[in-house]
């Protein structure tokens, strides 16, 4: 898309002057002159204003709800809403649990049951972050707290980690998916569709379509999470039954009961993990220490990896070995691998790349 150019107030007053007869006088300080140079000045503002708007019609220069409104009027997609973390909580005492009981981390994090259950000494109730959002996926043994009492209840934790809480769809994600069906127009159940419709299931950071993966009326569709990490079981489930729902013992697999049409028989997987190790011996500047620097360098890596994932075919090692040093604090580096070698990692077609161990030493 060009630009709008905007003219300067001098270029609306001349150009004004110009369409005026050599008849009048039009020296400044003139009463003509005042008059076009006060339409020029507020010319410009308006000028200004239309420039604005002519960059609106550009969907790379939109954010927020105006990239939210401009891709629902135009091609019916809805912003992905944040969805909250679930899990299983575990409770000791002899009580009831109720809906909407609450539970905390030390961090502060909220959840509540969202089924009712009774507790004879030793039980299990299903619990959802109060707040929707990645925040709420905290490790194991992390929710410990009672913030207002139940009684009879002595003591909580969850055993697994919570998942499946992801946060609001950015607007990268967005416009991507509004660029895809621009640029990759969806129809009939063509290999777009199936991308279509596994991005717009909540959680879904991307998908592969693999046609005819295991003979005729087959497709797989190979997904990875917001994180751009593998999928969990839940996230896999919501896809299929989004797309292609199986039921009980197959029974609508294949028959049109989901997005896909009739006769498409189609399995949801999650992409597999493939380990990336990092090794590297670093020499840091004054004041820094290994300890403080190790979660950025391993945030760095996070960030490449995310930005890489089912869009490249492997991690770099130049820019691998580049990127840990964008984090403050580190001078350079001396060794540095990636599972034990100097060179590049392949990624397979359904492969994402996840990190693993970061061991790092002072140089």
Not at 325 to 339: C, H, K, P, R
Request: proline content about 2%.
């Amino acid at each position: 898309m060009t630009t709008y150019k905007v003219p300067s107030i001098d270029e609306i007053e001349q150009e004004m002057l110009n369409s005026i007869s050599d008849d009048y006088v039009k020296d400044i300080g003139t009463f003509t002159r005042d008059l076009t140079r006060t339409y020029a000045i507020e010319s410009h503002k308006f000028e200004k204003k239309l420039e604005e708007y002519y960059k609106k019609l550009d969907v790379y220069n939109l954010i927020g709800q105006e990239l939210t409104r401009f891709v629902e009027q135009r091609k019916g997609l809805y912003r992905k809403v944040a969805n909250p973390a679930k899990g299983v909580l575990t409770v000791e005492g002899t009580g009831v649990i109720k809906v909407g009981d609450f539970f905390e981390t030390e961090s502060g994090n909220r959840y509540k049951a969202i089924e009712q259950v009774t507790i004879n000494t030793l039980g299990t109730v299903n619990i959802e972050a109060v707040k929707a959002g990645s925040n709420g996926n905290v490790g194991a043994n992390s929710i410990t707290l009672i913030p207002i009492t139940i009684q009879g209840i002595s003591k909580v934790t969850n055993k697994d980690q919570l998942i499946d809480g992801y946060d609001e769809e950015t607007d990268d994600s967005l416009r991507e998916r509004y660029l895809i069906e621009i640029q990759k127009p969806a129809t009939s159940g063509n290999v777009y569709h199936y991308m279509q419709w596994g991005r717009e299931v909540v959680g879904v950071g991307d998908v592969r379509v693999f046609p005819l993966w295991n003979g005729n009326n087959t497709v797989q569709m190979v997904v990875i999470d917001d994180n751009k990490v593998i999928a969990n079981e839940e996230l896999i489930n919501r896809v299929q039954e989004y797309v292609d729902p199986k039921g009980h013992e197959n029974e609508t697999w294949g028959t049109g009961a989901g997005q896909a049409p009739i006769g498409a028989y189609c399995t949801v997987i999650s992409a597999t993990a493939k380990i990336v190790n990092i090794e590297s011996s670093l020499i840091l500047k004054d004041g820094y220490n290994l300890e403080e620097l190790k979660p950025l360098i391993e945030q760095e890596v996070r960030v490449y990896l995310k930005n890489i994932a089912f869009k490249r075919e492997s991690v770099s090692y130049a820019i691998l070995s580049s990127w840990i040093l964008n984090v403050e604090g580190i001078q350079e580096w001396t060794t540095f691998t990636i599972n034990g070698l100097q060179e590049n990692v392949i990624i397979g077609t359904k492969e994402v790349a996840v990190l693993g161990n970061v061991n790092l030493s002072v140089a």
